[in-house]
């Protein structure tokens, strides 16, 4: 075993012994400092007032990156594993409620801007490029999947086809209501608001106000950009 395998097969231990034996230690202040203190170890990078409920669950800690002031409920799951390169990045003030779930897979990139709300049991998973912008909301049991499955050929089973993925991108400032599907490919534009059961399939322009399934724009936000579209077309 060569010295690059040691240190990596160390690292493995390390996050497996320091993962299973904190997440159990019941939430307290004690216990809560102790998970940050010692996770120091082995993420990427855990910044300062950082708040882990007990029960989280962190695979590939080496390729996730936690911000400053972040809070991490009881129940939630984040996998950065099957790629050296994949990498999950929660900036500043990110906060996660309970049993959020989210996956980066072969060579992906998850990226949670400052201030932004995760709700209950929200779904966010790759292989495609994810990035939500500053100031979110995205409400409970909504789903963020940035891949398509391939099944063009009949003959073959739908899960040995492969998947397809563009990345998605939330800008700044939009509210997903609960139980909206945002599906690859897609960017919301900043401001933008997504009615409660919503699935969004194109691309949604800024300030807009959109609904159904598939999510169509029903208004703008914005007066100023409402009434230019007003005068555009009379």
């Known amino acids: 075993m060569n010295n690059q395998s040691f240190v990596s097969n160390w690292k493995k231990i390390q996050e497996t012994v320091l993962t299973n034996l904190l997440k159990?230690?019941?939430?307290?202040?004690l216990g809560s400092k102790l998970r940050t203190s010692l996770y120091s170890n082995i993420f990427s990078k855990i910044g300062k007032s950082v708040y882990i409920q007990y029960g989280v669950e962190?695979?590939?800690?080496?390729?996730?990156?936690?911000?400053?002031?972040?809070?991490?409920?009881?129940?939630?799951?984040?996998?950065?594993?099957g790629h050296k390169n994949n990498k999950i990045c929660l900036a500043d003030k990110v906060s996660f409620n309970y049993g959020v779930d989210i996956k980066a897979l072969n060579n992906t990139s998850i990226y949670i801007d400052?201030?932004?709300?995760?709700?209950?049991?929200?779904?966010?998973?790759g292989p495609g490029n994810i990035k939500i912008g500053k100031n979110c909301l995205i409400a409970a049991q909504s789903g963020i999947f940035a891949n398509n499955h391939i099944y063009s050929d009949p003959t073959q089973p739908?899960?040995?086809?492969?998947?397809?993925?563009?990345?998605?991108?939330?800008?700044?400032d939009?509210?997903?209501?609960?139980?909206v599907k945002v599906l690859d490919g897609v960017t919301i534009g900043k401001g933008s608001v997504i009615g409660a059961?919503?699935?969004?399939?194109?691309?949604?322009?800024?300030?807009?106000?959109?609904v159904?399934?598939?999510?169509?724009?029903?208004?703008?936000?914005?007066?100023?950009?409402?009434?230019?579209?007003?005068?555009?077309l009379t």
């Open 174 to 179: 939009c509210w997903l209501g609960s139980g």
């Open 58 to 81: 962190f695979i590939n800690t080496s390729c996730i990156e936690i911000g400053d002031n972040v809070q991490i409920f009881r129940g939630v799951n984040l996998d950065a594993s």
């Open 158 to 172: 739908i899960a040995l086809q492969g998947v397809t993925s563009e990345g998605i991108l939330i800008e700044d």
């Open 114 to 125: 400052e201030s932004t709300f995760i709700g209950p049991y929200v779904c966010i998973a």
């Open 212 to 232: 159904g399934v598939p999510a169509r724009v029903i208004k703008s936000r914005n007066i100023k950009l409402a009434e230019s579209s007003i005068l555009r």
């Open 24 to 29: 159990g230690i019941p939430t307290s202040f």
């Open 197 to 210: 059961g919503s699935v969004v399939t194109k691309n949604i322009p800024p300030f807009s106000v959109a």
